[in-house]
């Protein structure tokens, strides 16, 4: 089975993928192009804004007991004659996004003219939590917000140990494998067996 639509081939001549980003808010959902101007309309009739200033960092693995971790931003210029953005942001509160879900998807395109006609639905392909949201400065105008997001996972090294055996079976399934109790619980060296 493909991760792809059936009728999406990835090695085909003419291809694209579009990255987007559905951010839960104490308002409902947002939805975001990612690295794209413009604004999309998908075969469900959600609508997904975006702009070639917003940008996902790296998206890390589980590696070495460390949860995933990544940044979603947006760098752009304030205009000064109209409402300070990061202020406006700041006075939501960092409850607006925190704890809530942020959803990645793909979009396959099979040409350009599925950018105006979308006939099928964006892929989900990973979901994270928002933590917080930070901003940089840089001279007179030019802004950064980035909301950073970990996995659902960040909490797993505090998670109680549970033993592969009858009962451990059960707590993680809620029935119970009788042939675990047959499972060897020693460990076997060479040593002993043929010294």
Same mark, same amino acid.
């Given at each position: 089975?493909s991760?792809?639509?059936s009728?999406f081939?990835?090695? *085909? +001549? $003419?291809?694209? $993928?579009?990255d @987007?980003c559905e !951010?839960?808010t104490a308002?409902?959902?947002?939805r #975001?192009l /990612?690295g794209?101007?413009g604004?999309l !309309?998908?075969?469900n009739?959600d +609508?997904?804004?975006g702009?070639a ?8 693995s589980? /590696?070495?007991?460390v949860a995933?971790?990544g ?6 210029f =304030?205009?000064p004659?109209t409402?300070?953005?990061i202020?406006?942001?700041k ?6 996004? &925190?704890?809530r879900? $942020?959803? #990645?998807?793909i979009l396959p395109?099979r040409?350009v003219?599925d950018?105006?006609n ?5 892929i ?5 939590v928002?933590?917080q949201?930070s901003y940089k400065?840089?001279g007179?105008?030019?802004?950064r /917000?980035?909301l950073s #997001?970990?996995?659902?996972? +960040?909490?797993? =090294?505090? *998670?109680?140990r /549970?033993?592969?055996n009858?009962e451990?079976?059960?707590?993680l399934?809620g029935? &119970?494998?009788?042939? @675990?109790k047959?499972?060897p619980t020693v460990? #076997?060296e060479? +040593?002993k067996?043929f010294?």
């Amino acid at each position: 089975m493909s991760f792809f639509p059936s009728d999406f081939d990835p090695r *085909a +001549e $003419i291809r694209g $993928i579009l990255d @987007l980003c559905e !951010i839960d808010t104490a308002d409902g959902t947002v939805r #975001f192009l /990612i690295g794209e101007d413009g604004k999309l !309309i998908d075969a469900n009739g959600d +609508e997904w804004v975006g702009s070639a200033l917003g940008s996902v960092s790296s998206m890390e693995s589980a /590696i070495d007991g460390v949860a995933p971790s990544g940044t979603l931003s947006l760098s752009f210029f =304030q205009d000064p004659d109209t409402g300070d953005v990061i202020q406006q942001i700041k006075d939501l509160g960092l409850d607006y996004v &925190a704890g809530r879900e $942020i959803r #990645f998807y793909i979009l396959p395109l099979r040409s350009v003219a599925d950018m105006t006609n979308q006939s099928r639905t964006p892929i989900k392909w990973c979901t994270r939590v928002s933590r917080q949201v930070s901003y940089k400065f840089s001279g007179a105008q030019d802004r950064r /917000i980035a909301l950073s #997001f970990e996995a659902w996972s +960040e909490r797993r =090294q505090a *998670a109680r140990r /549970i033993v592969l055996n009858t009962e451990g079976h059960k707590q993680l399934t809620g029935s &119970a494998n009788p042939s @675990l109790k047959y499972m060897p619980t020693v460990d #076997f060296e060479t +040593e002993k067996l043929f010294g």
